[in-house]
């Protein structure tokens, strides 16, 4: 055993831990020494979006003790920001395994530290604690989800003032404050428990009423009231609140898939609970094929992210990717509140820099202004921020299968996205025409961009050592030719630095600093690569683009544009 980690695990059967988490490390010593030294090899990172890793004993895993001394590091930092200001936080917590009790660990620190807790009083999505956290006034929140990551998984993301993720200055000096807490004995862990107060149907009600005000065309919903929609919460929570919003937008026709209604986080039916993934909502394409029904809708376990399958051109159940989502989103909202007469001469909408670029020609289009940000909500959301009385934001998104609609949160929702997605669906109806019907008239009017997301995992200690030297080889030795066509811009947001690479022509990028690297062709094809923040992965995305001049040609060009990103894939080997 490494003497560095042999140190760590020695603090932990030494230190004050419950004797159960003592008998459990020595178990692992005898029966599993490398899953023992994988749990110890190193402090589980509290990154930009907070916590997120494997639930188990050791400083590399989701437990009591990690949560513990992250919120003792979080509140040490909300008590130096504020000083003697009422400091008050929000905290959720989805189905997952042990999230109720990772809820109430940070429930009880924060609380010890004289901090005025408002706690949900059972599981509730994601979104709503964003809504929470504006509403109550709070300083801060907290969420205990690892969002759609496997069963294995928990996590533990932090919220600052405006509902929104952490960001600059406050992610990296919160990482400071809890890099500083390296002693269980540092943390408070009980002792306020009068400053916990639990909340729930009010606030639910409050964030209903919200997301109902959201809708354009009540009056096609009335018409249209029995949709046919199957829905499908993955075990999550979105049993919690999205059949509710369904029936007060007023459908009347929603069939949940039973097999999957009840919150469980061991999410029985599926390998990982994510809409993404066709396997996992294969039990609600079953459903909605036998119901013949109108669209399908599934939602991650902190509902947050929204999967959604309907008939394509065909008569077949297809699903939808996240960035065809995003596009027929951001289309409706923008043509709907012309048509409507509500849109505003500043109105905006905002996407990420590895989002489709049909959003920016939609927006362009339309005549509305669109601002490309980093990946993640928390960009969106600070973005807001900044142009705060001068621009009204009507919709945010990105490919992840996720939109944030309407101006009072700050964090994808997928609640309110489903009760969008459905009105989109009865407004195409009354039309005689479906979502995928739709999408392929606006492939025709803005252009045909195919976009497709491969996720290399390179597990164990190793890990991020390997993906950091796989950016750095791209970094420092650029593609010059990807699939037979020239690579004419690198973007290195890194360095915030673009390149012509024929002129050699260089300016800066006007965002923070992140580690993604994008090369764009000389026919418009953008490869995008990024490492995740929160997990041992890179992610590659890559989009390519053409004109559909009808209607009739739509499976052969569409068979044209996934045949090239394939083409790009074995060009940069990365099967």
Same mark, same amino acid.
Request: glycine share 8%; charged share 25%; aromatic share 10%.
């Given at each position: ?10 603090v932990?059967?030494n230190g004050n831990?419950?004797?159960a988490?003592k008998?459990?490390i020595?178990?692992?010593?005898k029966?599993s020494?490398d ?5 110890f ?13 494997? @639930? ?6 989701i ?6 001394m992250?919120?003792q ?16 936080v929000a ?9 109720r009790?990772?809820?109430? *660990? ?5 609380a010890?530290?004289?901090i005025k807790?408002?706690?949900?009083e059972?599981l509730?999505?994601?979104?709503? !604690? ?15 989800t ?5 069963r294995e ?5 932090a919220?600052?003032n ?8 406050h992610?990296k000096?919160v ?10 004995n ?6 306020g428990?009068a ?12 964030y209903l009423d @919200?997301?109902k ?8 919903i009335?018409e249209?009231h029995?949709?046919?929609?199957v829905y ?6 979105g ?6 919003v ?9 069939t949940?898939v ?5 919150p469980d986080?061991?999410?029985?039916t599926v390998?990982?609970p ?5 396997e ?5 394409l079953?459903?909605a ?5 109108d ?7 902190d509902?947050?992210?929204v999967g ?5 051109? %065909?008569?077949?159940?297809v699903l @939808?990717?996240g960035?065809q989502t ?6 409706y @909202?923008m043509?709907?509140? %012309? ?9 905006m909408?905002?996407? *990420?820099?590895v989002?489709t ?11 509305v202004?669109?601002?490309?940000v980093? *990946?993640?909500? %928390?960009?969106?959301?600070?973005k807001?921020?900044e142009l705060d009385?001068?621009?009204?934001y009507?919709?945010?998104?990105e490919e ?6 309407g101006n009072?949160?700050?964090d994808?929702d997928a ?13 195409e109806k009354?039309q ?16 045909f961009?195919y ?11 190793n890990g991020?050592k390997?993906i950091?030297?796989?950016m ?9 030719t990807i699939?037979g066509a020239?690579?004419a811009?690198?973007?290195?947001y ?13 300016w ?5 600093k992140?580690?993604?690297l994008?090369f764009?062709?000389a026919d418009? *094809?953008?490869?995008?690569a990024?490492p ?10 890559f989009s ?23 083409d ?5 080997? !990365?099967?």
């Amino acid at each position: 055993m490494d003497a560095a980690i042999q140190e760590r695990i020695n603090v932990w059967v030494n230190g004050n831990y419950d004797q159960a988490t003592k008998d459990t490390i020595a178990r692992l010593q005898k029966d599993s020494p490398d899953e023992l030294a994988d749990a110890f090899y190193r402090n589980l990172e509290f990154g930009t979006g907070g916590l997120r890793g494997i @639930m188990g004993v050791g400083t590399n895993r989701i437990n009591k003790y990690t949560i513990g001394m992250a919120t003792q590091g979080f509140a040490n930092y909300l008590k130096k920001t504020y000083g003697s200001e009422e400091i008050k936080v929000a905290i959720a917590h989805d189905s997952r395994n042990n999230s109720r009790f990772f809820a109430e *660990t940070t429930a009880h620190v924060f609380a010890a530290n004289g901090i005025k807790v408002f706690l949900f009083e059972a599981l509730r999505p994601t979104p709503e !604690l964003s809504f929470a956290i504006r509403t109550l006034g709070c300083k801060a929140g907290v969420v205990c989800t690892a969002s759609h990551n496997p069963r294995e998984y928990n996590g533990y993301k932090a919220y600052w003032n405006d509902g929104g993720q952490l960001v600059p200055p406050h992610d990296k000096n919160v990482i400071t404050e809890v890099e500083a807490i390296t002693n269980v004995n540092d943390v408070k862990w009980e002792g306020g428990s009068a400053n916990i107060t639990l909340i729930g149907k009010d606030m639910d009600n409050a964030y209903l009423d @919200m997301v109902k005000e959201l809708s354009v065309y009540p009056d096609v919903i009335a018409e249209q009231h029995d949709l046919k929609i199957v829905y499908t919460p993955i075990h999550g929570t979105g049993i919690t609140l999205v059949p509710e919003v369904l029936k007060r937008f007023g459908f009347t026709n929603v069939t949940i898939v039973e097999e999957q209604a009840t919150p469980d986080g061991n999410f029985p039916t599926v390998n990982y609970p994510n809409p993404e993934e066709s396997e996992t909502m294969s039990i609600g394409l079953k459903k909605a094929k036998e119901l013949d029904a109108d669209i399908l809708l599934g939602t991650d376990p902190d509902a947050d992210r929204v999967g959604i399958g309907v008939k394509n051109h %065909k008569g077949e159940w297809v699903l @939808m990717n996240g960035n065809q989502t995003a596009v027929l989103a951001f289309s409706y @909202m923008m043509e709907a509140r %012309k048509a409507k007469g509500i849109a505003q001469p500043n109105d905006m909408v905002i996407t *990420t820099i590895v989002t489709t670029e049909m959003i920016n020609e939609v927006a362009k289009q339309n005549d509305v202004a669109c601002y490309n940000v980093l *990946t993640g909500f %928390k960009w969106i959301a600070e973005k807001i921020k900044e142009l705060d009385g001068q621009k009204n934001y009507v919709i945010g998104g990105e490919e992840s299968f996720g939109l944030m609609i309407g101006n009072q949160i700050r964090d994808k929702d997928a609640v309110s996205a489903v009760a969008l997605m459905c009105e989109m669906a009865a407004y195409e109806k009354n039309q005689g025409k479906t979502l995928f019907d739709k999408m392929i008239e606006l492939y025709i009017k803005y252009g045909f961009y195919y976009e497709n997301l491969i996720s290399i995992t390179k597990k164990g200690m190793n890990g991020q050592k390997e993906i950091a030297e796989m950016m750095e080889s791209y970094r420092s030795n650029p593609p010059k030719t990807i699939a037979g066509a020239q690579v004419a811009t690198l973007l290195d947001y890194e360095l915030q630095k673009g390149t012509n690479l024929f002129t050699g022509e260089t300016w800066t990028i006007a965002l923070p600093k992140s580690n993604v690297l994008q090369f764009v062709t000389a026919d418009g *094809t953008k490869i995008s690569a990024r490492p995740s923040g929160t997990e041992p992965k890179i992610k590659f995305y890559f989009s390519v683009n053409t004109r559909l001049a009808r209607k009739e040609d739509f499976d052969t060009v569409y068979a044209s544009l996934e045949n090239k990103i394939k083409d790009i894939i074995t060009d940069m080997n !990365l099967k």
